[in-house]
């Protein structure tokens, strides 16, 4: 098994870049491990799993982790109390809540400028 890995540190305590190479069968827990503790050892508060919305991986990658989790959710995902009992720390709402907004701003301005 070949293992690389390389931690960036671009001078904000939160912003760490991990890049890691694995390929036994154990490389999912065993990445999320070694990337928190990359993270942790950098200086981060938190590690940020955008895109994790399965309950079985939220609760792997939760546990697995030496430090808070912030997921991103979206459509579908469980509701952010059973975030809470996976083990989830932190919840994003990612571009979401502005989407809809400018949505709404689009709306409001088509119905103020259209004739009718």
């Known amino acids: ?17 991990v890049e ?8 999912p827990r065993n990445r999320v491990a070694s990337v928190g503790m990359a993270y942790a050892d950098a200086g981060a508060s938190g590690l940020f799993v955008p895109g994790l919305a399965d309950e079985a991986l939220v609760a792997r990658v ?5 430090l808070p989790v912030n997921v991103m959710v979206a459509s579908p995902a469980p509701d952010l109390a059973r975030l809470a009992v996976l083990g989830v ?12 907004a400018m949505a709404a701003l689009r709306e409001a301005a088509r119905a103020l400028y259209q004739p009718g």
């Open 1 to 17: 098994m070949r293992t690389s890995s390389r931690v960036t540190y671009r001078g904000a305590p939160n912003w760490v870049r």
């Open 20 to 27: 890691k190479k694995d390929s036994s069968p154990c490389a």
């Open 62 to 66: 939760c546990g697995a982790s030496p």
């Open 89 to 100: 720390a932190r919840v994003s709402f990612g571009p979401v809540p502005y989407l809809a």
